[in-house]
């Protein structure tokens, strides 16, 4: 099981903000990254920390943390964002890489 | 751009080795770790292993037993060995670039993924 623990899915009106939240012990220590995954596709590298973003990912995307828990914020969702969102960190023992459990989010 | 490029036998029976490999185009190879991660069917992301340009590794401590990843500096290449595979060991497999960000590893680049499959 997953050191990473995630909502299994959320649901988001067009242009409206989602949260999505991963929680863990080893999140008081490392900060978090998130992948998006679309149906078929490779997970592609969205954010990490608070605005780390590669060229490419709108800052409508953005990622907070406190305490155990890591969030990736998306603010005014559009329907291309619907996907699979994962986020990763180390594991507690703070010597491997762990994935956490995944969210769908789905934009009606 | 970097690019990955990852090939390797997509169908095995139970036992046998699952071997991938990766080619890094487009880029440097030292500086960076190389990763492998898999996806079973209709499920998330497990982290295998990785390994940087030195040959320095650091294995997912459920699979190390069965799982060398090793690298030819000479073309860029980085593999995968999985032994005595099951059909728990089914799953689409991807090779990524790791980077250092924030106390953490970030997978900024991924290959396409092979899907394996391990039937009798």
């Known amino acids: 099981s997953s050191e990473l623990t995630q909502d299994p899915a959320v649901s988001v009106a067009l242009g409206q903000t989602v949260r999505i939240t991963c929680q863990g012990d080893s999140l008081r220590s490392y900060y978090a990254s998130w992948y998006q995954q679309k149906p078929g596709q490779a997970p592609i590298f969205v954010i990490s920390?608070?605005?780390n973003r590669p060229s490419g990912i709108p800052d409508r995307f953005s990622g907070s943390s406190s305490g155990n828990t890591a969030s990736l914020t998306i603010t005014g969702a559009q329907a291309e964002d619907e996907a699979d969102y994962y986020c990763?960190?180390?594991?507690?023992?703070?010597?491997?890489?762990?994935f956490g459990t995944g969210t769908k989010v789905t934009v009606l | 751009q970097v690019q990955l490029q990852q090939w390797g036998a997509g169908l095995l029976k139970p036992s046998e080795t699952l071997s991938l490999t990766c080619a890094v185009y487009?880029?440097?190879?030292?500086?960076?770790?190389w990763s492998w991660i898999r996806q079973p069917p209709g499920k998330g992301l497990e982290w295998i292993g990785e390994i940087n340009h030195s040959g320095s590794t650091n294995y997912n401590p459920s699979l190390k037993s069965r799982v060398p990843i090793s690298v030819d500096t000479s073309k860029n290449h980085f593999s995968l060995r999985l032994s005595s595979v099951t059909a728990a060991d089914t799953a689409v497999y991807y090779c990524?670039?790791?980077?250092?960000?924030?106390?953490?590893?970030?997978?900024?680049?991924w290959g396409r993924g092979t899907t394996v499959t391990v039937s009798s």
């Open positions: 990524a670039r790791g980077i250092e960000g924030l106390g953490n590893r970030i997978f900024d680049v």
């Open positions: 920390g608070k605005n």
């Open positions: 990763n960190s180390r594991d507690s023992s703070g010597n491997h890489y762990v």
């Open positions: 487009g880029g440097s190879f030292s500086g960076y770790f």
